[in-house]
Structure formats: structure tokens, C-alpha cells
């Protein structure tokens, strides 16, 4: 009887480890998928794209928390990474107006 117990005690945690290990993974694998759609909605060049995302699956390997909210996806970046994603989607519309237009020619 106490070794029935003891397995049903047994297997229970091992089950909440494995449901945790996977809400985990699926967690990374949405904040990755958002990622990827805002490279992909902002049509961030082929070269950025892959350096944000490298970083993010490093940073996201290495976070043991995961918490990472959607809305701060870019805050987890590096600032030099992030202002180039941020030009990237920025700059073709900020670039219409004259004086930034020439500022831009000026500062690649």
C-alpha cells in the first residue's frame, strides 16, 4: 500500500515537471514567433532579421525565467541591435520628410 502511494506521489510530480518543462518551451517558441512576425510586418532586412533573431534564441536559452512580455520583444536586444531594427522600420517613412531625407544622406 505504501508503495502504491509512493508511485502515484512519484509520478505526479515527475507529470507536473514534464507539463512545466513543455508550457516552458511553448512560451519560447511564441515569443519567437512574434519576433519573427514583426521582422516579417516591418520587412527588417535579411542580415538584421538573422542577428535579432540568433540573439533572441541565445537570450531566450540562457533566461531561465522567460518572461519576456510581447510588447518588450525589442528590450531584450542589445542597443546597438535594436536601434537598427528600430531604423529599419522607421526610417522609410520617417526618410518622406525633406530635412530627415537629407539628414539620412548625410548619416548613413
Request: glycine share 0%.
Amino acid at each position: 500500500l505504501v508503495s502504491i502511494v509512493f508511485l502515484a506521489v512519484f509520478f505526479s510530480k515527475l507529470t507536473n515537471v514534464m507539463l512545466q518543462l513543455q508550457n516552458i518551451w511553448n512560451e519560447s517558441a511564441r515569443h519567437l514567433r512574434a519576433l519573427n512576425l514583426y521582422m516579417d510586418t516591418h520587412q527588417i532586412s535579411t542580415d538584421l532579421s538573422v542577428r535579432v533573431k540568433k540573439y533572441a534564441e541565445w537570450k531566450l536559452s540562457m533566461d531561465s525565467s522567460n518572461d519576456v512580455k510581447d510588447e518588450k520583444l525589442l528590450q531584450m536586444l542589445p542597443n546597438a541591435l535594436r536601434r537598427e531594427v528600430i531604423q529599419e522600420t522607421h526610417g522609410p517613412r520617417i526618410c518622406r520628410h525633406a530635412a530627415f531625407s537629407a539628414f539620412a544622406d548625410f548619416n548613413p
